[in-house]
């Protein structure tokens, strides 16, 4: 990058960071991060990633962050309201042509006023529900220590047993209170919670390989069987090809 670009870069030094980067920081609200050009090395609740041209991380609030971006990359962190926030603590997202419209409309109107910023907020918001809305739709168990079990399961691939006992509950006792409040068994709950973050990853055009990994599944196929099982794919818009349960191989 030459010298007078930089000087150019430099004019507005509360937009350096959409050329350079930031240290670890968090938000109270949601927010989104688009690479309109180059690529963005980032570090996200301790997991790093890059992403590039018209790709994004979809953010929850409180969610730590920080970011290096290349020479010549540009990014945008356009905060989203309270209510748009992902299914997950954070939500990478492919190439998504919906998102990348509004990016650009957003680049070229420069809004500056919160009449101006409310709309394109609106539509932003919008775009993202459509990809993290749920597929299945799951009662979360009440019973304070299971809601806690069910959301470390989510997240890991530890056993029922394993999970019981660092909960300091039996196996039985979970088995029966999802069963109770839930009104499904504890593995089909788990199966459809995981799988409803899948579908979002996928609507969101990651593919299928690291949606599979990032889910706790160890091969695309195992989460296309899993998939298969749960849903049906002519049901799911935004997943095409080689997407489909249907058309996934042994990784």
Do not use: C
């Amino acid at each position: 990058m030459n010298e007078s670009t930089l000087r150019l870069q430099h004019l507005e030094p509360e937009n350096v960071i959409r050329f350079l980067g930031h240290p670890t920081h968090v938000h109270a609200v949601p927010h989104l991060v688009y690479v309109a050009a180059g690529a963005a090395h980032l570090t996200v609740d301790g997991i790093r990633m890059t992403l590039r041209a018209q790709e994004s991380v979809w953010l929850a609030a409180g969610v730590p962050h920080a970011a290096r971006y290349e020479q010549g990359s540009l990014v945008l962190g356009p905060f989203l309201d309270g209510d748009d926030a992902p299914p997950t603590r954070m939500l990478k997202l492919g190439v998504v042509p919906e998102i990348t419209a509004i990016m650009t409309t957003i680049l070229g109107v420069a809004p500056h006023s919160a009449a101006q910023v409310a709309p394109l907020r609106e539509a932003l918001g919008r775009a993202l529900q459509g990809l993290g809305s749920s597929y299945f739709v799951l009662v979360p168990p009440t019973h304070p220590v299971i809601a806690r079990l069910a959301r470390a399961a989510v997240r890991s691939t530890r056993t029922l047993a394993e999970l019981a006992d660092d909960h300091g509950v039996s196996v039985r006792h979970v088995q029966r209170v999802f069963q109770e409040e839930t009104g499904i068994p504890f593995q089909r709950w788990r199966a459809q919670a995981r799988l409803n973050i899948a579908i979002a990853r996928l609507r969101g055009g990651e593919p299928m390989t690291s949606v599979a990994r990032a889910t706790g599944y160890r091969t695309r196929s195992g989460l296309a069987k899993a998939l298969a099982r749960e849903v049906a794919s002519d049901d799911l818009p935004g997943i095409t090809g080689h997407e489909r349960p249907g058309a996934a191989t042994a990784a």
